[in-house]
């Protein structure tokens, strides 16, 4: 019987391994360097964003509740656009530190889901592949999933889902080579 206290080693590496290879994937590889593009004119969009006091939210324009989704005023609103989600953070210099404490803090979220569900599943000693196929399906879910949500009801090109999806694949990959690697015998 395997369990989670067995699979500190995997989890530790897996994270690493997971943290370099997201690294690697935003900063060294271009397929993410257009997921993102400036404003045709920044200046003026800032003054009238600036003026409207927002607070940190995602906001939703045109704005209209569900109920009046048919009216011929808010049909017309939607025609003319643009439509869209505007996303508002704090003000102030972009900090990646906290940033990265929470991406690790994900990665060890999701490796220790990943190592309770593998220590249910498998025994000790399993196959290299067989480690790798089982942790790397779970793995691949819980990076890749939860993207798709927000291509079909938030609006995110699917383009930038797909990457994102490609993204999760990789990190699952990697998680499932460690475990594999490392696995109780």
């Known amino acids: 019987m395997v369990t989670l206290g ?8 897996a ?6 290879a997201s690294n690697l994937v935003w900063m060294v590889l271009p397929h993410h360097k257009k997921d993102t593009r400036g404003l045709p004119d920044e200046a003026a969009a800032l003054e009238v964003l600036g003026k409207q ?18 009216k011929p005023e808010v049909v017309d609103k939607f025609a003319r656009g643009p439509v869209g989600l505007l996303t508002i953070r704090p003000s102030g210099p972009v900090s990646m530190g906290p940033a990265m404490v929470a991406w690790v803090t ?20 399993a196959a290299y592949l067989s480690v790798f196929k089982r942790v790397g399906a779970v ?17 995110k090109p699917w383009r930038n889902t797909f990457l994102e999806v490609l993204d999760g694949v990789a990190y699952g990959l990697v998680t499932a080579g460690a475990f594999g ?5």
């Not at 067995?6 to 590496?13: E, F, G, H, K, Q």
């Not at 994270?15 to 370099?20: A, E, W």
């Not at 793995?139 to 609006?155: E, K, M, R, T």
């Not at 690697?181 to 015998?185: E, F, G, H, Y």
């Open 106 to 125: 994900y990665i060890v979220v999701i490796t220790v889901a990943v190592a309770v569900i593998a220590e249910r599943m498998l025994p000790a000693g």
């Open 53 to 70: 006091g927002l607070a940190p939210a995602i906001y939703r324009f045109p704005w209209a509740d569900m109920r009046d989704m048919g």
């Open 15 to 20: 994270t690493v391994l997971v943290f370099v």
């Open 181 to 185: 690697w490392l696995w109780p015998r």
């Open 139 to 155: 793995a691949i879910l819980a990076y890749s999933a939860g993207n798709v949500p927000n291509a079909i009801w938030w609006g």
């Open 6 to 13: 067995m699979l500190w080693l995997p989890i530790v590496v």
